[in-house]
T-cell receptor
Framework: EAGVTQSPTHLIKTRGQQATLRCSPISGHTSVYWYQQALGLGLQFLLWYDEGEERNRGNFPPRFSGRQFPNYSSELNVNALELEDSALYLC??????????FGPGTRLTVL | SQQGEEDPQALSIQEGENATMNCSYKTSINNLQWYRQNSGRGLVHLILIRSNEREKHSGRLRVTLDTSKKSSSLLITASRAADTASYFCATDRTGRRALTFGSGTRLQVQP
């Protein structure tokens, strides 16, 4: 069974640009989560989507947004990129049980 | 701020020895999960223990949970060089699904 997949693996942008990160959950999982792992700040919860709806949001500004598609895949969009947005962005998926299984991550570098 | 705090921050042992990592948290939880991360890559789910469980085993892993002390421990028996990684505990407050991660324990297993 395929795990959570994320693309791209690496992404390099400049300040002020927009970044789009993609995630495909494990087959049968309806919930998708996004986390940011920035140097010195640890793993921080960003967003939770379930059945196409945003269910919970972490303490991040509105320029962090996303959506979930009918096939349960998800996109994370980061607008007006700032240097401190450089981080590893991890996507996870789960079924109703609650164990969250993570993908390999997208490393975003903002220059 | 991080809810969970792992102890110790770093641990170095010889192959074949046991490794014990501890996690403390501050608020009531629905469940607690342990993850492993190799060199800044994705997180590997190790085990989930629910708030009404006290101990759980999976292969060479043993996890305990003491909700009265708001703490958990992860024991890896007969460690191997391949166990070298960072280990994180993550807590889930009821219904919110936003995992709150500790700062992690960096485990080094010397061959």
């Amino acid at each position: 069974e395929a795990g959570v997949t994320q693309s791209p693996t690496h992404l390099i942008k400049t300040r002020g640009q927009q970044a789009t990160l993609r995630c495909s959950p494990i087959s049968g999982h309806t919930s998708v989560y996004w986390y940011q792992q920035a140097l010195g700040l640890g793993l921080q919860f960003l967003l939770w989507y379930d059945e196409g709806e945003e269910r919970n949001r972490g303490n991040f500004p509105p320029r962090f947004s996303g959506r979930q598609f009918p096939n349960y895949s998800s996109e994370l969009n980061v607008n007006a990129l700032e240097l401190e947005d450089s981080a590893l962005y991890l996507c996870a998926s789960s079924d109703t049980v609650g164990e969250q299984f993570f993908g390999p991550g997208t490393r975003l570098t903002v220059l | 701020s991080q809810q969970g705090e792992e102890d110790p921050q770093a641990l170095s042992i010889q192959e074949g020895e046991n490794a014990t990592m501890n996690c403390s948290y501050k608020t009531s939880i629905n469940n607690l999960q342990w993850y492993r991360q190799n060199s800044g890559r994705g997180l590997v789910h190790l085990i989930l223990i629910r708030s009404n469980e006290r101990e759980k085993h999976s292969g060479r892993l043993r996890v305990t949970l003491d909700t009265s002390k708001k703490s958990s421990s992860l024991l890896i028996t007969a460690s191997r060089a391949a166990d070298t990684a960072s280990y994180f505990c993550a807590t889930d407050r009821t219904g919110r699904r936003a995992l709150t991660f500790g700062s992690g324990t960096r485990l080094q297993v010397q061959p």
